[in-house]
């Protein structure tokens, strides 16, 4: 594993991985989790767009995916333009031309604090590829809400595929460490009374580093108590999250099932999963 780059070919990848390419000149990443045989699962808004802030700044935040227009489909995909919601892709429309990146799991606090970027990896466990494999394709079939940049976005989506796990407090970002890396930032630019210490440049600096550094740990879902495991047939199903408890385990606050009552045969097939992520996914504050 690189620490400067997370950087692989086509040849290093396995079924059940979770991958992601930059878009827009390093601004943001698409992510999704390859499913073998070139096929990614996704999660798109509107258009096949990845982001979107429900305002006119969505006018000049492009998307490069789909990598074909309505006018040139894609050979192996057809016609994604006007998709949404989870899709299935080649590798080739994933990537529209961007390089190819692994997202890495279990890493050290070290490693994850010397990758400054977010959105690239994290200190939490993934499960084995078959359940990742089985929740993606289930989702696909099935949907995963509505998509939202801060809460509910394609790493968020990829993270829950890998891991299980969704948060359950309405007061921080979802499982996004991209989100997590801006609003870090942001926090340590405005936020920190500690900033009235030192006039210096170099102690702002300091300052600032440090700011965005214990924002962005605390804020990963692998240290995050605020977590919960959920099945994906419960998660579809939209089933109430008060029949599973986070509980520390030794991974320093990734979440266990407990009970047995969290069988998806004996919950009420009421709501949607675009309800349950919804009211599962924290708002930002």
Excluded at 242 to 247: D, F, I, K, P, R
Aim: charged share 15%; proline share 3%; glycine share 10%.
């Amino acid at each position: 594993m690189g620490v400067l780059s997370n950087k692989i070919s086509r040849e290093e990848l396995k079924p059940g991985d979770h991958i992601y390419s930059w878009r827009t000149a390093y601004i943001y990443a698409h992510h999704g989790i390859y499913i073998g045989e070139e096929k990614v699962i996704h999660f798109t808004r509107g258009a096949g767009l990845e982001i979107g802030t429900g305002t006119v700044l969505d006018r000049y935040i492009f998307s490069s995916s789909p990598a074909h227009s309505s006018h040139n489909p894609c050979l192996r995909c057809g016609d994604q333009s006007r998709l949404d919601g989870v899709i299935s892709s080649c590798i080739d429309c994933f990537l529209a031309d961007g390089d190819l990146y692994l997202f890495h799991y279990s890493i050290s606090p070290a490693i994850f604090l010397a990758k400054a970027r977010g959105g690239t990896c994290t200190l939490a466990a993934a499960d084995p590829p078959a359940d990742v494999i089985h929740r993606a394709s289930f989702l696909l079939h099935n949907g995963f809400g509505v998509y939202h940049i801060f809460r509910n976005n394609c790493e968020d989506f990829a993270i829950y595929c890998k891991t299980g796990l969704l948060v359950i407090t309405s007061i921080s970002v979802g499982r996004s460490g991209q989100a997590a890396s801006f609003l870090a930032a942001a926090s340590a630019v405005v936020s920190s009374p500690l900033r009235f210490l030192t006039t210096s440049f170099g102690g702002l600096a300091a300052v600032g580093c440090a700011m965005y550094c214990v924002s962005r740990i605390v804020s990963d879902i692998g240290v995050r108590r605020d977590v919960t495991k959920v099945p994906v047939e419960t998660l579809v199903a939209g089933s109430s999250i008060g029949e599973y408890s986070a509980t520390e385990t030794g991974n320093g606050g990734s979440a266990t099932e407990t009970g047995n009552e969290g069988s998806a045969t004996e919950m009420d097939n009421e709501g949607s999963a675009t309800h349950l992520v919804n009211n599962l996914a924290p708002v930002v504050s």
